[in-house]
């Protein structure tokens, strides 16, 4: 006689889904639609992935939890790669003022401006009061899908202000559904009583290993352009980093381009952030490095950049692209969906490379292989749209079309 073979239970299944986006195939393009699909969840994992009969024979659903998705979207979390998450305040009165091109009005507020106005702020705020802010922002990002947070630092400029900006992005990790992971980004900037010669130094050889040795950032970033650091600078920070276990980073080509995208390239990098100038022989480096590019549609949305990045290229290409919505004060959006918006309409992504962009190339950006994808074996970060097709998520403007998100296998969001 043959064993009849023990069916493993599961705790979530979600049932008849119109579409399930896996985001799974070789191109960017390639982002594996399911029709009717239904999906097993045990734990924080995703167990099955199929149709109805295939989960019925494989699974024990009978005391599972069940979510219909009938006429619905089922699609990975999204991933926003690079955001500068923690930070007090607004720059909102800047914003408005600029938004005309008419300098007087500026100059009327008197007040400081540029980043400098959000790390006079920050450095003067409690860390209760920064985490309180930004974990408002943390939860509106997940109303809108995202499940994983990059948070990098640099609205502090001093090694306390740096501490104390991760610290709250390690607790938000801690005291939210979402995963946030940290970046270190001392060198955003220069602080105003210091040579930069001096402020490296400090980067070096005080931010750095007071940062290691608390175990506060996953990775190690820099800014590599005009007026802010060299590419033999942002070498010799991002290599201290890594002696510290901090992967390295880097914005580069966002105003200029003076070799960080090559160096981005030589040390084969998790990923290079803004890309505005980068040269098409060194998007062919990248792409052959295999290093993420990390784009952010609405940055250059806000500031009205001169020069927008040429995505198009870019995936022509091969090179792997992630979008971000880069939140910060100058970029203040918590909604992946708006940045997909601006991506397929101003920058000739496909409905299809932007979903995923958001999603599995978010994903690589940070080095992780645990989520981004509908896939056996993955986490349970997912996200169910109230809409028939996933095309929707480029063609609704300024609504969020999410209903339910899931993180870890577990519901956090249920409207």
């Known amino acids: 006689?043959?064993?009849?073979?023990?069916?493993?239970?599961?705790?979530?299944?979600?049932?008849?889904?119109?579409?399930?986006?896996?985001?799974?195939?070789?191109?960017?393009?390639?982002?594996?639609?399911?029709?009717?699909?239904?999906?097993?969840i045990k734990d924080d994992k995703i167990v099955g992935v199929g149709s109805e009969d295939e989960v019925k024979n494989k699974f024990d659903i009978e005391q599972s939890d069940f979510i219909d998705a009938t006429g619905k979207v089922v699609a990975p979390g999204f991933v926003d790669s690079h955001t500068h998450l923690v930070f007090y305040g607004t720059r909102v009165e800047e914003y408005a003022a600029k938004l005309t091109g008419k300098p007087e009005k500026l100059e009327k507020l008197a007040i400081t401006t540029g980043p400098n106005r959000t790390v006079e702020l920050t450095r003067n705020t409690p860390a209760e009061e920064l985490f309180e802010q930004s974990k408002k922002r943390v939860m509106s990002m997940l109303e809108h899908g995202i499940t994983t947070i990059e948070s990098k630092s640099g609205y502090g400029l001093t090694t306390e202000s740096e501490i104390k900006i991760l610290e709250v992005g390690r607790r938000l990790g801690e005291e939210t559904p979402l995963d946030v992971l940290n970046t270190f980004l001392g060198a955003h900037g220069f602080p105003e009583n210091m040579t930069k010669s001096e402020y490296l130094d400090v980067i070096i050889n005080e931010m750095i290993?007071?940062?290691?040795?608390?175990?506060?950032?996953?990775?190690?970033?820099?800014?590599?352009?005009?007026?802010?650091?060299?590419?033999?600078?942002?070498?010799?920070?991002l290599k201290a980093g890594l002696k510290y276990g901090m992967k390295p980073k880097i914005h580069a080509d966002a105003y200029s381009y003076i070799g960080g995208t090559d160096l981005a390239a030589e040390m084969k990098m998790v990923s290079v952030d803004h890309l505005n100038y980068t040269p098409v022989e060194v998007m062919e480096k990248l792409a052959e490095a295999k290093v993420t590019g990390v784009l952010m549609p609405a940055l250059d949305f806000a500031v009205g950049h001169k020069q927008p990045f040429d995505a198009r290229k870019m995936l022509d290409l091969g090179m792997n692209i992630a979008l971000a919505t880069d939140l910060c004060p100058a970029c203040y959006t918590e909604s992946m969906?708006?940045?997909?918006?601006?991506?397929?309409?101003?920058?000739?992504?496909?409905?299809?490379?932007?979903?995923?962009?958001?999603?599995?190339?978010?994903?690589?950006?940070?080095?992780?292989?645990?989520?981004?994808?509908?896939?056996?074996?993955?986490?349970?970060?997912?996200?169910?749209?109230?809409?028939?097709?996933?095309?929707?998520?480029?063609?609704?403007?300024?609504?969020?079309?999410?209903?339910?998100?899931?993180?870890?296998?577990?519901v956090v969001v249920n409207r």
């Open 1 to 40: 006689m043959s064993e009849t073979k023990v069916k493993v239970k599961v705790d979530l299944v979600i049932s008849n889904a119109a579409e399930a986006v896996t985001c799974v195939g070789e191109s960017m393009e390639d982002i594996g639609v399911l029709t009717y699909a239904w999906i097993a």
């Open 209 to 237: 290993p007071q940062v290691g040795e608390r175990g506060l950032a996953e990775f190690c970033d820099v800014w590599c352009d005009e007026g802010y650091f060299t590419a033999e600078e942002s070498e010799l920070i």
């Open 337 to 410: 969906q708006f940045v997909i918006n601006l991506a397929c309409r101003l920058y000739k992504f496909s409905v299809e490379e932007a979903l995923k962009a958001a999603t599995y190339g978010g994903a690589k950006a940070l080095d992780l292989d645990d989520r981004g994808v509908i896939q056996e074996g993955k986490l349970a970060d997912l996200q169910i749209w109230d809409v028939p097709t996933y095309k929707h998520i480029a063609y609704e403007l300024g609504t969020n079309i999410v209903e339910t998100v899931i993180k870890n296998g577990k």
